[in-house]
């Protein structure tokens, strides 16, 4: 069982330049997340979809974007990437207990 | 607003040192409290989940206990590789989205 895959693992990104991270779930979950991990901070919601078709705002939405593709699916999209922004991203997916990614390791120079 | 704390913020170990996690919380209406484990470079990973005060779960040489105000996550005689960042968090009231708390980061050295 894959759980929950994230792509990319690592990114680099210049200030400015837009990206989009992609998370799947093979456990047939509705609920999905994305949070973002900062030193200190520990895990913050960013958004999340309660089932196929709907997203809603979390703790620190401003700067990204989200689309439910499809059950399986939940991407994040950041339009002009910040250094306030550097930080590791992870999707999880959820019918309880949540199910967390590897995550990404995003840096913003 | 929910709020949940973890205490220590770190905490260091000899092997077979037996210690106690806390978490606790301030919320109307728990509806349940997860663990989780995070090992460097990794997402968490679930550990337990306890509804009720009182309630109590086991998992080799971890245990979860619930009361109305706080859990604790108990690990006796640990070993070098129970060396992680233990994160708690709660649903409560009508929203099943969890608060986290920013974790303990336990070392256990041999």
């Known amino acids: 069982n894959a759980g929950v895959t994230q792509t990319p693992k690592f990114q680099v990104l210049k200030t400015g330049q837009s990206m989009t991270l992609q998370c799947a779930q093979d456990?047939?979950?509705?609920?999905m997340y994305w949070y973002r991990q900062d030193p200190g901070m520990g895990l913050r919601l960013i958004y999340y979809?309660?089932?196929?078709?709907?997203?809603d705002k979390g703790e620190v939405p401003n700067g990204y974007n989200v689309s439910r593709l499809n059950k399986r699916e939940f991407s994040l999209r950041l339009e002009s990437a910040a250094p306030s922004q550097t930080s590791v991203y992870f999707c999880a997916s959820s019918e309880g207990e949540l199910f967390f990614g590897e995550g990404s390791r995003l840096t913003v120079l | 607003e929910d709020q949940v704390t973890q205490s220590p913020e770190a905490l260091r170990l000899q092997e077979g040192e037996s210690s106690s996690l806390n978490c606790s919380y301030t919320v109307s209406g728990l509806r349940g409290l997860f663990w989780y484990r995070q090992d460097p470079g990794k997402g968490p990973e679930f550990l337990f989940t306890?509804?009720?005060a009182g309630e109590e779960k086991e998992k080799e040489r971890l245990k979860a206990t619930l009361t109305k105000k706080e859990s604790f996550l108990h690990i006796t005689a640990p070993k070098p590789e129970d060396s992680a960042t233990y994160l708690c968090a709660v649903q409560a009231g009508g929203s099943y989205i969890p608060t986290f708390g920013r974790g303990t980061s336990l070392i256990v050295h041999p």
């Open positions: 979809s309660a089932s196929e078709g709907t997203t």
């Open positions: 306890l509804y009720s």
């Open positions: 456990m047939n979950h509705n609920s």
